[in-house]
């Protein structure tokens, strides 16, 4: 599957988040190697802090049906720069996705920004220090 049809879908799942503190939506999709796509939005609570992301929904749904490999990920939201995933976010997408994955962070305007998982979680914490 190539980064737009990723980048599609990310845009589909987007309007699929419940935002309605923030008003900011955000979609992910996420590509496990066997070419199975996992979409996630983000949730938002009235208890502010049991929000969760767009990419731990994408993340977490995939694991939950069996993925254990993937290539890549994309996230979209309406914002005009190109959206990274938060902390929380690259600390489980580097575990549970690994380090190799691609993250195609995209802007409003549909350019697309590709780095890898590695890059922007460097010296994760992981099992190795368990
Ligand atoms: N959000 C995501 O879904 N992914 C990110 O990478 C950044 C932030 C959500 C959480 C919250 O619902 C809203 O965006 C504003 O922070």
Do not use: W
């Not at 503190?21 to 999709?29: E, I, K, L």
């Not at 190109?82 to 993250?103: H, M, S, T, W, Y």
Request: aromatic residues 8%; charged residues 25%; negative net charge.
């Amino acid at each position: 599957m190539s980064n737009n049809e990723l980048i599609k879908l990310s845009i589909e799942a987007k309007d699929l988040a419940r935002a309605k503190y923030s008003n900011f939506h955000v979609g992910a999709a996420l590509l496990a190697k066997n070419g199975k796509v996992y979409k996630g939005a983000n949730i938002e609570n009235a208890s502010y802090g049991l929000t969760i992301c767009a990419e731990r929904t994408a993340a977490f749904t995939a694991v939950l049906n069996g993925e254990t490999e993937f290539s890549a990920i994309a996230i979209s939201s309406d914002a005009e720069d190109f959206i990274p995933p938060c902390g929380a976010c690259r600390q489980v997408l580097a575990e549970l996705c690994g380090k190799d994955l691609d993250v195609i962070m995209t802007n409003k305007s549909g350019e697309q920004k590709v780095v890898k998982m590695n890059d922007l979680l460097p010296y994760a914490f992981d099992e190795n220090f368990l």
